[in-house]
């Protein structure tokens, strides 16, 4: 489900913010200005300059895993592997089974039919080998697994999009990928848990202990990427008992081990960018694509912006708001710009990432692409004003920002009273964006930057 949130600003909020001082310094944040003598004011002639360039890898922390491969003219090619390692389930069903009652073990890449991108009836193939070392902490995008598997697999399969697994699945809104392991794997999982439960406390132990992880492969055909949602390894369990002349038979299905944000996943993604778009990057055009393309940088002209605050507004003023709309035009049919972006200053960057922040309206924004518009609009950049206004020096890391390609998720919050409930959504997560083709031109020079102020008229 696609969530969008709205930036609603009513009229008695245009004079939220004073700022007064009975000196020139216009940084004292005071009472609102009220009365027949306010002025608004608007300035739109600021502008921005920027540049976009390639980039070789992202650090995506998610829980989703792309598989496949697709070649889009006009876009490139674009193909994604996997390496996960798994989570055990701290409680394995040794009281009513042992390690010779797994009789088969599949892994299950779980996904929805709205999560892929392409043909979904061209067939595809998968093939899964084992880790046989724990994965680098660091992993990136751009990750070689040579040296980390053995190349000897443990099990292949040919699926489609659009095929359904079983009448129970069929029912369902979700489809299943399932590769057939060796019983052999599961039974001497199994057989761990019950030599040794402590290997099975969390996922570090366990792959350094039990069983480091597997590498799923896209080993044949192109034509389509899957988002998976959930990746799992299940038991199915046998047991025969006979008493007297009674034979029972118990037949049982555990998923013991799953692929969660607590341990380290990766998808391994190689884009080749079509010669096209590269002559467009190499003349100067800004050419906005992802997974692992480009992203931007630019300047903020905060300072131009403060300039004319102080010089219009006078020794009592109020910023009412101000936003930014960077338009970006479509290039391939079919191929939409990224859904979010994200405006961050440029030191922040690698902090925001690795420690998993979310967005603060005052060094970082983020913007959901506008189709009706074709612009990314930032309409909340007035805390980011007020932190400009209060520095008795700019400095250039204040105001040189990157824009980057994101997915967004949100969490459901809902506040229930007596007589009714309300819904609202608000981001959990903000990770480099990793989930299908996305491409399109931003245009800098077409940027508006929108201030509005409240100014303090003098008495005629």
Not at 362 to 385: H, V
């Amino acid at each position: 489900m696609k969530f969008r949130i709205l930036h609603i600003i009513s009229a008695a909020s245009v004079v939220a913010l004073a700022l007064s001082s009975c000196e020139d310094n216009a940084n004292t944040i005071g009472s609102s200005l009220t009365g027949d003598n306010v002025e608004i004011l608007v300035d739109s002639s600021f502008t921005i300059s920027g540049n976009t360039y390639r980039i070789s890898s992202i650090e995506p922390k998610t829980n989703h895993q792309l598989i496949g491969s697709v070649s889009i003219p006009g876009y490139g090619t674009l193909s994604s592997d996997v390496v996960t390692q798994f989570l055990p389930s701290t409680m394995l069903d040794t009281k009513n089974f042992k390690a010779s009652d797994v009789d088969s073990v599949s892994l299950r890449l779980t996904y929805f039919p709205y999560n892929i991108y392409g043909d979904s009836v061209a067939p595809l193939g998968i093939t899964v080998y084992p880790l046989n070392k724990l994965l680098p902490n660091d992993i990136k995008s751009d990750f070689d697994p040579n040296g980390y598997y053995t190349t000897s697999p443990l099990g292949s399969s040919i699926y489609n999009a659009s095929s359904i697994n079983d009448s129970i699945t069929e029912k369902l809104n979700y489809r299943e990928i399932n590769v057939k392991l060796p019983v052999e794997l599961g039974q001497d999982i199994f057989q761990a848990y019950i030599d040794n439960s402590k290997n099975f406390l969390n996922g570090q132990v366990f792959s350094e202990n039990v069983f480091p992880g597997v590498y799923i492969r896209n080993s044949f055909g192109s034509g389509r990427l899957t988002n998976v949602s959930a990746t799992g390894v299940s038991f199915y369990f046998t047991k025969i008992t006979t008493e007297e002349e009674k034979t029972d038979t118990t037949v049982s299905e555990h998923q013991y081990m799953l692929a969660t944000p607590e341990i380290i996943s990766n998808n391994i993604i190689k884009y080749n960018m079509d010669p096209s778009l590269e002559a467009k990057l190499n003349a100067g055009d800004d050419i906005f694509v992802a997974p692992v393309g480009t992203e931007s940088e630019f300047t903020f002209p905060i300072k131009e912006v403060i300039d004319v605050f102080k010089t219009r507004g006078g020794k009592q003023a109020v910023i009412n708001s101000l936003s930014m709309q960077i338009p970006v035009d479509s290039l391939v049919s079919g191929v939409t710009p990224p859904p979010y972006v994200l405006l961050i200053l440029k030191k922040d960057r690698e902090a925001f990432f690795d420690n998993n922040k979310l967005p603060d309206n005052k060094t970082s924004f983020y913007a959901e692409y506008n189709s009706t518009t074709g612009s990314y609009n930032f309409s909340g950049l007035r805390y980011y004003f007020s932190e400009m206004l209060d520095k008795t020096e700019i400095k250039a890391e204040d105001y040189t920002f990157q824009f980057i390609p994101v997915q967004v998720s949100f969490e459901e919050l809902v506040n229930s009273g007596y007589y009714s409930s309300t819904t609202q959504y608000t981001e959990s997560e903000v990770q480099p964006y990793a989930l299908s083709p996305v491409l399109g031109q931003l245009h800098f020079d077409k940027a508006k930057i929108k201030l509005i102020f409240s100014r303090l008229q003098a008495n005629q």
